[in-house]
């Protein structure tokens, strides 16, 4: 079954304790973003990957990082987590050379206390 | 910079009634493309449609219909004799030729009530 999947999906941290939020594909997707979706504010790109070794800002990168040595994996980093990273976080994939249909993971929610 | 604009933030309906979400767009590219995504209580992403910036036919879709209008730079979706698993969150959202940048609306909260 084609999937994106996260891990985990439940967290609750304390600040500053170095957090990673794993996401796989195994659909063989060139592009993997991370999002996190917040009241009011729909979802905002964090960061995102072309494709193997190549990242780049999305519109809100401050405070994470990603790394993307792998086709299939793109975890995101919260190197030092602040009370404003709680949040609801996504990961999603899609072929590149198109526009198409993002595939979305089930969402990892995180609590920084 | 590309924005996209979900100016309902909630909506509340009885069931059968229909709806209509409003989205508007900002981009400077020239192609480009929409997309609705629905999001419901479970909380996942769920795919409804994509749409791209030269083909402006509206699409029906069951109850489903998108009526895409370039000349006002809105993509709205309506929702006929709506149900009570119509609710959900619905999202809109802009990609531009590059493709890296997937920007979101704010998001509109349908609450259909039976």
């Known amino acids: 079954e084609a999937q994106v999947t996260q891990n985990p999906r439940y967290l609750i941290t304390v600040t500053g304790k170095k957090l990673t939020v794993t996401c796989s594909q195994n659909?063989?997707?060139?592009?993997m973003s991370w999002y996190r979706q917040d009241p009011g504010l729909g979802l905002r790109q964090i960061y995102y990957?072309?494709?193997?070794?190549?990242?780049d800002k999305g519109d809100v990168p401050e405070g994470y990082k990603v790394s993307r040595k792998e086709k299939r994996n793109f975890p995101l980093i919260l190197e030092s987590p602040s009370p404003n990273q709680t949040s609801l976080y996504f990961c999603?994939?899609?072929?590149?050379?198109?526009?198409?249909?993002?595939?979305f993971g089930e969402g990892s929610r995180l609590t920084v206390l | 910079a590309q924005k996209v604009t979900q100016a309902q933030t909630e909506i509340s309906v009885v069931e059968k009634e229909d709806v209509t979400l409003d989205c508007v767009y900002e981009?400077?590219?020239?192609?480009?493309?929409l997309f609705w995504y629905k999001q419901p209580p479970s909380g996942e992403l769920v795919f409804l449609i994509r749409?791209?910036?030269?083909?402006?036919q509206n699409e029906i879709s069951g109850r489903y219909s998108w009526n895409f209008q370039k000349s006002t730079s809105s993509f709205n979706f309506t929702i006929t004799a709506s149900q009570v698993v119509d609710s959900a969150v619905y999202f809109c959202?802009?990609?531009?030729?590059?493709?890296?940048?997937?920007?979101f609306g704010g998001g509109t909260r349908l609450m259909v009530k039976p």
């Open positions: 999603a994939s899609r072929r590149t050379g198109g526009t198409g249909e993002l595939f």
């Open positions: 659909m063989n997707h060139e592009y």
């Open positions: 990957s072309m494709n193997v070794e190549v990242t």
């Open positions: 981009t400077r590219d020239t192609t480009y493309y």
């Open positions: 749409r791209n910036s030269f083909d402006e």
């Open positions: 959202a802009l990609v531009g030729n590059a493709g890296n940048m997937l920007t």
